[in-house]
């Protein structure tokens, strides 16, 4: 954030674990401050599944008035109402140089070792743009 000129307020940060019960309580942490907030990146898609409840019980709009991002790129993160934007992490890329780093050492094949993995971003509903 810092890089693109935005400053952070640390009041506004958060930690609420991993759970979903845990990032029910910081969204609500959150939202107890009175402080206004247009955005919401969370640890984990369980965490902002638990935001997205939380803020709709509220009466907040998610994708219209705060937008909310998870982590992970579960299967279920479609189906969260609205459809949850989340960073997709390539799970079978990073399986796979896993296996590879394990049959490396332990019998000592040279397999190809990769060292950074892209992530990309899921664009759903869940998030809006900011003019």
Not at 13 to 37: C, M, V, W
Not at 87 to 97: F, K, Q
């Amino acid at each position: 954030m810092a890089e693109e000129g935005i400053e952070v307020d640390a009041d506004l940060i958060e930690h609420g674990g991993y759970s979903f019960e845990l990032g029910e309580e910081a969204t609500q942490r959150l939202i107890d401050k009175k402080r206004p907030f247009t955005a919401l990146f969370c640890g984990n898609d369980n965490s902002a599944m638990a935001a997205i409840a939380t803020l709709n019980k509220q009466g907040i709009a998610v994708g219209k008035q705060v937008s909310v991002v998870g982590y992970d790129d579960i299967d279920i993160s479609q189906y969260t109402s609205p459809a949850m934007t989340s960073v997709r992490i390539p799970l079978e890329d990073i399986s796979i140089n896993a296996c590879h780093q394990i049959l490396n050492l332990c019998y000592g094949e040279s397999l190809p070792i990769q060292t950074r993995f892209e992530p990309t971003l899921s664009v759903r509903d869940s998030t809006h743009s900011v003019k």
